[in-house]
């Protein structure tokens, strides 16, 4: 039995975490998550993958998810198609505005205005980013490959045509962090590919590599610490991986370390409130891992975390390819 310890407030981020996993109920788990992501950082065998569902760039998560790449705090990331969009309009000056979600949805279609909760953007200039994307299809047609294969070209298109903008696809390009988008279809990327197609481009996203490219990247890891923001299609395309590894004679044990920020409760059924404990029942957990599931919004978590891990002075000992 170990007492708790009443926080004492504190101007470092990174030590105030450290208190608050002393304490109790989700204040402990912000604390533990940090303390367990701060082990993977420290641990050299270790591959650290990243899951980022939710409308987090619009959110306005952009530039802790950059830094997470810069300090090389993750190794690669699994996506939402929409995120990755919402991350080139930023990219392109096409911004995200203060709205509210007390308003008359109907006045903002007629004014064509898109609503994502308290958050505004214009719906013109979304299909603006649409063409765009589609037209950079045009140019490297034919192409067939991976979601990762066709992001990685775009991310790189994007930051030596776009030099003045900032964007995660253009961060990752630089810095060699593959990006997988395993419903890609599911998004605003998926509906420029689908104009695309129309006009006769020669576009086909393999989705099946995508599946093969990120089980291999697991396969060779020597281990392997997860990072769930929400869940969904992200973390499960993730979570699998172990599963698929292991018909392939790969018995891993399970990811090492694991993380979840989520908002989402383990007894609807859901895989985004899906258990860590659940996830040992089909291997895709090491049974004695540290693993914490702390129930915030992500929102609320990943500027609190990403801010006590740069704070901290954690370096990457080597950071994998």
Not at 117 to 138: G, K, M, N, P, W
Not at 170 to 189: H, K, Q
Not at 208 to 231: F, H, N, P, Q, S
Request: aromatic letters at 8%; one cysteine or more; glycine letters at 10%.
């Amino acid at each position: 039995m170990k007492p708790t310890h009443p926080v004492q407030p504190d101007s470092d981020i990174a030590t105030l975490l450290l208190r608050m996993s002393r304490t109790g109920f989700q204040g402990r788990s912000l604390g533990e998550s940090f303390k367990t992501w701060s082990a993977m950082i420290r641990d050299r065998e270790c591959t650290i993958l990243l899951g980022l569902a939710g409308a987090m760039i619009p959110a306005g998560m952009q530039n802790c998810l950059i830094e997470l790449v810069r300090n090389r705090f993750v190794d690669a990331i699994v996506s939402t198609g929409a995120n990755i969009f919402h991350d080139t309009c930023e990219h392109l000056g096409v911004r995200h505005y203060l709205g509210s979600h007390h308003v008359d949805d109907l006045e903002l279609f007629e004014q064509g205005i898109d609503r994502i909760y308290d958050v505004f953007a214009y719906e013109s200039q979304f299909r603006d980013v649409d063409t765009l994307i589609a037209d950079f299809a045009a140019k490297i047609s034919p192409f067939a490959g991976s979601s990762r294969a066709f992001i990685g070209k775009f991310g790189r298109w994007l930051g030596e045509t776009r030099p003045g903008g900032s964007s995660l696809v253009a961060t990752c390009a630089e810095a060699g962090v593959p990006i997988f988008i395993p419903a890609l279809a599911d998004s605003s990327i998926g509906i420029a590919l689908v104009m695309a197609r129309r006009r006769g481009v020669d576009v086909n996203i393999d989705q099946i590599a995508d599946a093969d490219e990120i089980t291999r990247i697991v396969e060779t890891a020597g281990k392997t610490g997860v990072v769930y923001i929400g869940g969904g299609v992200p973390k499960n395309f993730i979570q699998q991986t172990q599963v698929v590894a292991s018909i392939y004679d790969q018995a891993l044990g399970g990811h090492a370390y694991a993380i979840q920020y989520t908002t989402d409760a383990p007894h609807w059924g859901g895989l985004s409130g899906c258990t860590f404990e659940e996830a040992i029942s089909w291997g895709k957990e090491t049974p004695h891992s540290p693993h914490v599931q702390c129930f915030c919004d992500a929102t609320i978590a990943l500027p609190i975390v990403t801010s006590a891990l740069i704070g901290s002075g954690l370096k990457r000992a080597f950071p994998q390819p």
